[in-house]
C-alpha cells in the first residue's frame, strides 16, 4: 500500500514543474493594432429619452408591486388576528 501513495506523490511533484512561458511580444503587430484602433474610434453613446409608453409602464409596475406587497402584509396581519 505504501509503494502506491509514494508513486502518486512523485507523479504530483513532476506536474508541479515551472512551465516556462514565451512572454516575447511582438511589437510590429502591436503597433499595427494600436493603429487600426486608432483609425476607427469606438462612437460615444448618448443617452435616449424615455418614451411615455416606458414611464407609464414603470409606474404601473411600481404601483402593481407595492398592491401586491401590501395585499400579503395585510392577509398576514388578517391570519394573526383571526
Same mark, same amino acid.
Do not use: C
Given at each position: 500500500?505504501? *509503494?502506491?501513495?509514494? %508513486? =502518486? $506523490?512523485?507523479? !504530483?511533484?513532476?506536474?508541479?514543474?515551472?512551465?516556462?512561458?514565451?512572454?516575447? &511580444?511582438?511589437?510590429?503587430?502591436?503597433?499595427?493594432?494600436?493603429?487600426?484602433?486608432?483609425?476607427?474610434?469606438? *462612437?460615444?453613446?448618448? %443617452? =435616449? $429619452?424615455?418614451? !411615455?409608453?416606458?414611464?407609464?409602464?414603470?409606474?404601473?409596475?411600481?404601483?402593481? &408591486?407595492?398592491?401586491?406587497?401590501?395585499?400579503?402584509?395585510?392577509?398576514?396581519?388578517?391570519?394573526?388576528?383571526?
Amino acid at each position: 500500500m505504501l *509503494p502506491i501513495m509514494a %508513486k =502518486k $506523490k512523485a507523479k !504530483k511533484k513532476v506536474s508541479q514543474a515551472p512551465v516556462q512561458k514565451n512572454t516575447n &511580444v511582438d511589437t510590429e503587430l502591436q503597433k499595427e493594432v494600436i493603429r487600426q484602433l486608432d483609425k476607427r474610434p469606438i *462612437p460615444k453613446v448618448e %443617452k =435616449k $429619452k424615455k418614451s !411615455k409608453f416606458q414611464v407609464w409602464t414603470w409606474i404601473m409596475s411600481i404601483f402593481m &408591486v407595492v398592491v401586491m406587497a401590501g395585499s400579503v402584509i395585510y392577509a398576514a396581519i388578517a391570519a394573526i388576528g383571526h
